[in-house]
């Protein structure tokens, strides 16, 4: 079955990097683009950026372009999301996502608080 596995939040200052990966198993990741997404408390579901299958296509939200990057390893079946200069206002869970694989698969999330 279709499984998404985010990893690598935590709490982190102002200003600081973390790095989250996403393991994805049972479809074939290489054959699907992949996204970050995050939920702040309160607020909808936002999208924070985008990779196509082969890694040639990249889109970020605006409030996190020249901040965060978008990666994949196709051999180890697994997204990141670089994540530098972080600010308060990225406190939220990050899930991932294959937006077009049918079905609605999401996994559990990973917490990142920013915070002094």
């Known amino acids: 079955q279709v499984q998404l596995v985010e990893s690598g939040g935590g709490l982190v200052q102002p200003g600081g990097s973390l790095r989250l990966s996403c393991a994805a198993s049972?479809?074939?990741?290489?054959?699907?683009?992949m996204r970050w997404y995050r939920q702040a408390p309160g607020k909808e579901r936002e999208l924070v950026a985008h990779i196509s299958s082969g890694g040639g296509i990249i889109r970020y939200a605006d409030s996190v372009k020249g901040r965060f990057t978008i990666s994949r390893d196709n051999p180890k079946n697994t997204v990141y999301l670089q994540m530098n200069s972080l600010k308060p206002e990225d406190t939220a869970v990050y899930y991932c996502?294959?937006?077009?694989?049918?079905?609605?698969?999401w996994g559990q999330g990973t917490q990142v608080t920013v915070s002094s």
């Open positions: 049972g479809f074939t990741f290489t054959s699907y683009g």
């Open positions: 996502n294959a937006p077009f694989l049918p079905g609605d698969y």
